[in-house]
């Protein structure tokens, strides 16, 4: 590093007489720069490779389970794509977005059983997306409408993440089984293995999990969630689009919009690749661009709006 000065440096996990995460976090604090990490698909791998994010990392690539030469060349196609992101990518200051303290929220949110119930709130996100979703949601009350969320990860890390993000934020989290009754305060990861929609069932809504074909290449899609966020819920959900890479998300918040919801985008100062909230802003999806630090309060002024 000290004599070639790289543009990009991936990272294993796990190293000869070296560990990666204390390597990580020596680097990030003498010299930043874009880190990749390459992580075993284990529960360990998973949940080190979530610590290594929240350090400073700006992606990972989950080691591939390849017999066959097809898949090792989607394995290397992936590896190129996510070191072009990494190599334009923003890295992070050290503590990131300090979450809202209960105290402060909880006396100017008390939203009405009907609102809690009737609306939901879908967020997406991929490249910076751990650290991006984790900021929103430690920043919201416990009292919120349900949540549904799309972060593309491999199937073995999303219960992982699901785990963190319960154990962080206020809300209860769960890595989504399908079938599940969306309620207020709750949050529903879609799982790495399956895209997640929403149902209207009588007066409330529902989770569904679907292996249909990836869509824009992923498996959870945003645009699958956004899409039957849009035919289901119409006017009464709120959309998110956090940071990541490509266009995933754009057109299905594009369809959102045309069925009443409101949107938020994150600016492009605060993430750390500014792809799918600019393709969504470029087709008009949005309705508001804000900094990822007041993404939440912007959601809970929707809400007593809508209150109102």
């Keep these: 590093i000290k004599s070639l000065n790289p543009d990009v440096l991936t990272l294993d996990v796990e190293m000869p007489k070296r560990d990666g995460l204390e390597f990580l976090d020596r680097l990030m604090r003498l010299r930043p720069m874009p880190v990749g990490m390459i992580s075993s698909l284990t529960e360990r791998g998973s949940e080190v490779t979530l610590q290594a994010l929240e350090i400073g990392a700006v992606d990972f690539v989950a080691k591939p389970r390849a017999e066959n030469i097809s898949l090792l060349q989607a394995y290397s196609d992936e590896i190129r794509d996510k070191i072009r992101a990494a190599h334009g990518a923003q890295l992070k200051k050290r503590g990131g977005v300090v979450a809202v303290p209960p105290s402060s929220t909880a006396a100017n949110n008390r939203f009405s059983t009907p609102l809690l119930q009737e609306s939901i709130i879908a967020i997406g996100a991929s490249t910076g997306g751990t650290e991006a979703i984790k900021d929103v949601l430690t920043a919201l009350p416990a009292e919120v409408p349900g949540i549904v969320m799309a972060q593309h990860m491999p199937e073995s890390f999303t219960g992982s993440f ?3 993000l319960n154990s962080l934020s206020r809300l209860t989290v769960v890595e989504s089984l399908g079938g599940e009754r969306i309620l207020p305060g709750h949050a529903y990861l879609a799982p790495g293995h399956s895209h997640l ?9 529902v989770t569904e999990l679907t292996q249909t074909e990836p869509v824009n290449r992923h498996r959870p899609s945003v645009d699958v969630l956004f899409n039957s966020v849009a035919h289901q819920a119409g006017q009464s959900a709120i959309g998110v689009i956090l940071t990541g890479m490509g266009k995933d998300g754009a057109q299905g918040m594009l369809e959102m919009r045309k069925a009443g919801a409101w949107n938020i985008g994150q600016d492009e100062a605060s993430c750390v690749v500014y792809g799918m909230p600019r393709e969504a802003a470029n087709v008009g999806a949005v309705e508001e661009v804000a900094p990822l630090s007041d993404v939440a309060g912007r959601i809970l002024a929707k ?3 809508w209150e109102k």
């Design 197 to 205: 929609v929403i149902k209207r069932v009588g007066a409330h809504f």
């Design 303 to 305: 809400l007593r709006q």
């Design 162 to 164: 699901a785990r963190r």
